[in-house]
Every structure is written in structure tokens, then in C-alpha cells.
């Protein structure tokens, strides 16, 4: 919840992250139904490229029999001449890339209107911006409110390419325990915690991780959300990788245990998992150093949740990279029971307070 609120954007914080204990903090986005304003305007990091790849399974894996999407031959005898991006595919990115903010949506209710104002390609990279256009109690349900926003999709260049009048469904604060649980410390008042910055109009754009400075030796992150683990994606990924270990996509001898529960999930994959899990904090990343020390405790199962955490460990300014420092962080990867599964040291090399590309970039 923020520590003040307005009707003007600039003078609210929203902190990114709840203290639940000494020295440890966990992620925590999305604003509640009290927080928007009508006429709030946000910038949704980051973005997202779309590939001829992404197109063409959006297209095939839900039957489209438009052939402009996945007929290069074709499609270079239209006006188009390249492949066209499917609608549908971009507005599900456009509505994912804003889910930061709108985090603590329950449903969407409906889309008033989506409008398609310009075509995406291949290749093109794509941004989300929103505005609150209205907002009202729900007399069907006391615990949320009607939070109606304008979704516009806008390219590297600034072209618009959709804008969508949708309609949210946003717990109300008081009851935001249901996804949140309490803080037993209180707000978090830390600019350095902020889960926005704020432009010269107003508006209010979306920080992605924290700088070398923001970190403290001794400060655990815990990073949420989790994330279900499908046996699905580790054959996907195994097989990928060229990895023909019958026990992980042979369910015939794959058994986790010897005792009939299934394939293993593979343990490269958790890896990866868990490392993906610590970007939200650890964003402003250069670079992976090396990993240490990596201990697999505990196997996975299909359906299986994995939530992470880090500690930094250490800290020290790079001597070869004066723009960026060096931070030695030790991150855990536990299941649904809170049982240890995997954790590994890892060296990083961060961006420091006011370089990096993020400007530039739109960031």
C-alpha cells in the first residue's frame, strides 16, 4: 500500500517490496483499487519483441486459417509483404506487459473496445502504456472494484499499433491479504524500494530491479511469485538441449524415486528456473560471473511450486568497469512446503546508480 496518496501521480510512492522481517524483504507488485486515480497514466517495463516465430505458433497452435500469418510466400504478394503479426497475439502481450501495476486484478470483467491502429511484424518490439479512465465500487462484490483502463501497445519507434478499454476487477486494500499477507513492519518509506519513478508529466513508470548501491550486505529478497514446475517444460527444455537422459521425457524409466511418481525433472532446468525467479530484484544484471557451490537437495515433481530467495553476501565496485559493481549473492530455491530444493552461489555484475542503457531505452 502506498505510504501517501493524491490525486496527482507525483506525489504517491508505491514501494516494491513489503518488509517481513529483519532485513528481509519481499517483492510485492500491483496497486490496490484505492490507489488509482482517473487520469493516472503509466509506462509497463519492460517490453517485449515479437518473433515470426511467436506469430506463427499463436497462429497454428490456435487454428487460424489466416495463411498471412505463417505463409511467407504468400504474404509477400500481399500489401503487407511480410508476414503480419496475429492481432490476438498482441493484445495478449499488451495486456500481460501492464500486469506489474495490475497485479492485484481478480478478473478481467470485459473489453469495452480494442481497436487495431497499426501492423507489427517480426521483429518489431513492443511497449505498454495505460491510463485510468474510470473507477467504481462492484455492488456484486464488496472485496473489489471496476477499474477501467485504455491498454495502448506502442512500438520502439512510438507508433501505436492498438489501444484496448478493458474493464478490471481489483481487490479492494482491505482485503488484499488474500494475495498479500500483512507486513509486520510496517510500510516501506526507501526510495531506493520504489516500485515507480516519476517523468516530468506525471507519469508513472515501472522500475525494473535495483542498482548496485540499492544493496546491502545482509538483506534477504524473496521473490514472488512462485512458480509451478510442469514436467511438460522440463522434456521441452531437455530435449532442446539435446539432452537424451531417458528419465526425464521416458516416463517408462523416468522415475523421480524408483517408485512409479513420475518422470525427474531436470535438474539444469531447476537451475534456470530459479535464476529466473531472482530477475525481478536482481534486474539492473550486466552480467552472470559464474555460479558456485550449486547443491541439488531435493527432487521436483509435476506441479510442484518453486518460490526463491537471495542474500547478499557481499559487494565491491568493479576495477575494470568503473560503471558497475560486483555483488556476490547466495539465492535458494524452496517448494510448497518451504523445503530447500536447490541454492548456489553466484557472482554478478550490476549496473551502478544512474548508468546503463536504461534511458535510451525508454527506461
Known amino acids: ?44 517495463r519492460p517490453g517485449v519483441t515479437i518473433t515470426q516465430q511467436d506469430n506463427e505458433e499463436e497462429a497454428l497452435d490456435t487454428v487460424n486459417a489466416a495463411q498471412l500469418h505463417y505463409d511467407s510466400n504468400y504474404a509477400s504478394k500481399t500489401e503487407w509483404v ?51 479512465l474510470g473507477k467504481a465500487d462492484c455492488p456484486a462484490n464488496p472485496e473489489v ?22 474493464q478490471f476487477l481489483i481487490y479492494k486494500r482491505r482485503d488484499d491479504s488474500k494475495l498479500v499477507p500483512q507486513p509486520e513492519f510496517g510500510p516501506l518509506t526507501d526510495v531506493r524500494f520504489s516500485a515507480y519513478r516519476t517523468l516530468p508529466d506525471g507519469t508513472l513508470i515501472e522500475e525494473v530491479g535495483l542498482f548496485f548501491e540499492d544493496f546491502t550486505v545482509g538483506n534477504v529478497f524473496e521473490h514472488r511469485p512462485g512458480k509451478t514446475i510442469f514436467a511438460a517444460e522440463s522434456i521441452q527444455h531437455t530435449l532442446r538441449s539435446l539432452d537424451l537422459t531417458p528419465h526425464y521425457s521416458d516416463i517408462t524409466c523416468g522415475q523421480s524415486s524408483g517408485k512409479g511418481d513420475g518422470l525427474r525433472i531436470s535438474e539444469t532446468f531447476l537451475v534456470g528456473v530459479l535464476t529466473a525467479l531472482t530477475t525481478r530484484t536482481l534486474g539492473k544484471v550486466v552480467a552472470n560471473l559464474g555460479w558456485t557451490d550449486i547443491k541439488i537437495l531435493k527432487s521436483m515433481k509435476d506441479r510442484d511450486v518453486m518460490y526463491a530467495e537471495s542474500e547478499i553476501i557481499s559487494g565491491r565496485l568493479s576495477k575494470s568497469r568503473p560503471t558497475q559493481g560486483i555483488l556476490s549473492v547466495t539465492s535458494r530455491g524452496l517448494d510448497q512446503h518451504g523445503e530447500l530444493v536447490l541454492s548456489y552461489n553466484r557472482a554478478l555484475l550490476v549496473y551502478r546508480k544512474g548508468y546503463g542503457p536504461y534511458q535510451a531505452a525508454g527506461y
Open 1 to 44: 500500500m502506498p505510504v501517501q496518496q493524491s490525486a496527482v501521480s507525483k506525489t504517491a510512492f508505491y514501494p516494491a517490496y513489503l518488509q517481513v522481517g529483519k532485513n528481509r524483504f519481499r517483492e510485492d507488485r500491483g496497486l490496490a483499487f484505492e490507489d488509482f486515480v482517473v487520469g493516472q497514466k503509466f509506462k509497463h
Open 82 to 132: 511480410k508476414n503480419l503479426g496475429v492481432s490476438t497475439l498482441t493484445i495478449q502481450r499488451v495486456v500481460g506487459m501492464a500486469s506489474k501495476t495490475y497485479l492485484r486484478r481478480q478478473s478481467i470483467l470485459g473489453f469495452l473496445d480494442i481497436a487495431m491502429t497499426h501492423p507489427v511484424f517480426g521483429g518489431d518490439t513492443l511497449y505498454t502504456e495505460s491510463e485510468i
Open 145 to 166: 472494484g471496476v477499474v477501467t483502463v485504455c491498454l495502448a501497445g506502442v512500438k520502439q519507434d512510438g507508433t501505436v499499433v492498438t489501444k484496448i478499454k478493458a
